[in-house]
Nanobody, 123 residues
Framework: QVRLVESGGGLVQAGGSLRLSCAAT????????MGWFRQAPGKEREYVAT????????YYADSVKGRFTISRDDAKNTYYLQMNSLKPEDTAVYYC????????????????WGQGTQVTVSS
């Protein structure tokens, strides 16, 4: 069974940092781009960041650019989202996902999704 499992969420004060992890089991995603999305209460899920299959290219939503960093370690089948300078508006459930498309920002182009991890940023 193919699974993506996020971890690392929690409660943090504004200005703090968290590192989210996404562990893949059941298959490797070494040829897939990996992305992070988030969904705040009462809002649509939104795109956060993508890293291409070899880690050579990344793309970020404007709202997180300069604060978040996406990375991958295919030897560990694990993907990361380092979040710095967190703001209350970053509060959301964060999801990792895999896509065969290079640097896709479209949810419908992602084939595999994790169950999400909650990030709460207090002011």
């Amino acid at each position: 069974q193919v699974r993506l499992v996020e971890s690392g969420g929690g409660l943090v004060q504004a200005g703090g940092s968290l590192r989210l992890s996404c562990a893949a089991t059941g298959r490797t995603f070494s040829k897939d781009a990996m992305g992070w999305f988030r969904q705040a209460p009462g809002k649509e899920r939104e795109y956060v960041a993508t890293i291409n299959w070899n880690g050579g290219n990344t793309y970020y939503a404007d709202s997180v650019k300069g604060r978040f960093t996406i990375s991958r370690d295919d030897a560990k089948n694990t993907y990361y989202l380092q979040m710095n300078s967190l703001k209350p508006e970053d509060t959301a459930v964060y999801y990792c996902a895999a896509t065969p498309y290079e640097l896709s920002r479209r949810e419908d182009e992602y084939d595999y999704w994790g169950q999400g991890t909650q990030v709460t940023v207090s002011s």
